[in-house]
Structure formats: structure tokens, C-alpha cells
């Protein structure tokens, strides 16, 4: 326990050095997260396209084409995957990178804080052991970026008249209590799932740190 209370004091004293890594680590993390959430997803899309081309034919766009609605010019073909792909690669890598960077700016310094150790460190930068998670900084983070996709998705269904025809898109009031595919939706919908996805990541925060104090033991 005295080396645990050695070791959070001596974190406390970040110098601008290590504050310096400490940013840039989180700009690099940042971009290597949305670079392979991008790539990951653009893959999937590309294969899953071709996939349904190759086993439902002339029927295949009737569930995958569902996608154009938030993928502007895409269609179930070959052409249609790269579209596809580039617009996912587009949308799950900024929201990767996103993510990642506001929970890093949300805990800011507070890094130190959540270093499970056995034994001290005076650079908690360049050597860190277990990280533990802050659920209200992830909570705050992973929120945001949910709530003002549904916000910004359902705006642009809205901009581009086709918020009526959007019945797939309505039935999300199924599970977001008041959402409704117009401005005014979208901005309930949006912070219902921002409150939504704030309590699950201070459950999951929660869970994840117990089993690693335990493991750690």
C-alpha cells in the first residue's frame, strides 16, 4: 500500500516533458485508432457488399442499400462498394479518432491518477504499467461522439428531404424514448444516448478496473 501512495505522489509530479509526451502520445494514439477503425470498417463494408451481390443478385440492395441513406452515392455493385468503403473508412475513422482524443483531453494529466503499480515511477509517460479506466472521462468522450452522430445523421436526412421517407431511421423511437427523424429529434434522440452510453461506460469502467486491482493482486 506504501508503495502504491509513493508512486501516486512522485505521478503528481508530471514535469512539462513529460506532459509534452504525454500529448503527443495521445495525438499518435488518436491517429492510429482512426486509421485502423477506418480501414477495419471500409473492409467490412467492401466484402459485405460483394458478399450480398454474390448471394441475393438483383435483391441484393434491399437491405445493404439502406446504407445510402448515410452514404451518399453508395449502391449494392462493385462500384458501389468503394463508396461504400470510403465513407465508412470516412465515418468510423473520424469517430475513432474523435473518441480517443476527447477522452484523452478530458482526463488530461489525471493519466497519472489511473496507473495501477506495484512499484513507484517518476516518469509515468515512458513507463507505465496497467491502465485503468476513468469512466466519466470515457463516458464524457465516447457520449459526446454518439449523441452528435445520431444528432448529425438524422440533420442530414432532414437537409436532404428525405426525413419522411426514413422509416428504418424512426424506428430507433423503439429504443430512444421521443426521437423522431427532424432537427428537434435528432437533439432528444442525441441526449437521451449521450446519458445512455455515460452510464454504460461508468459500468463498464467500473467492471474493467475491479478485474484488473484483481488480477493485479
Known amino acids: 500500500m506504501g508503495n502504491y501512495q509513493q508512486m ?54 434491399n437491405y445493404l442499400g439502406l446504407l445510402a441513406v448515410f452514404f451518399p452515392g453508395y449502391s449494392v455493385t462493385a462500384s458501389g462498394a468503394w463508396v461504400g ?21 478530458v482526463l488530461g ?3 497519472a491518477d489511473i496507473l495501477l503499480s506495484t512499484q513507484p515511477s517518476d516518469n509515468p509517460v515512458l513507463k507505465p504499467t496497467i491502465l485503468r479506466l476513468h469512466g466519466v472521462s470515457l463516458g464524457l468522450a465516447v457520449g459526446a461522439v454518439a449523441g452528435l452522430g445520431l ?5 442530414w436526412l432532414v437537409i436532404r428531404g428525405t426525413a419522411a421517407e426514413s422509416v428504418h431511421a424512426a424506428l430507433l423511437a423503439n429504443y430512444i424514448p421521443g426521437y423522431t427523424v427532424s432537427i428537434f429529434g435528432g437533439l432528444v434522440g442525441g441526449l437521451e444516448l449521450f446519458v445512455f452510453v455515460f452510464v454504460a461506460s461508468l459500468l463498464l469502467a467500473a467492471v474493467y478496473n475491479k478485474i484488473v486491482e484483481v488480477r493485479h493482486k
Open 85 to 105: 468503403a470510403f465513407w465508412a473508412f470516412v465515418y468510423v475513422g473520424l469517430i475513432s479518432s474523435l473518441s480517443y482524443r476527447l477522452y484523452g483531453r
Open 8 to 61: 501516486q505522489s512522485a505521478n503528481h509530479k508530471l514535469n512539462p516533458v513529460n506532459l509534452k509526451l504525454l500529448r503527443a502520445a495521445i495525438r499518435f494514439n488518436s491517429l492510429m485508432l482512426g486509421l485502423t477503425g477506418g480501414t477495419l470498417s471500409a473492409i467490412v463494408i467492401y466484402f459485405a457488399t460483394h458478399m450480398s451481390i454474390a448471394k441475393w443478385g438483383a435483391d441484393s440492395g
Open 151 to 155: 444528432f448529425c445523421s438524422t440533420a
Open 109 to 111: 494529466t489525471r493519466i
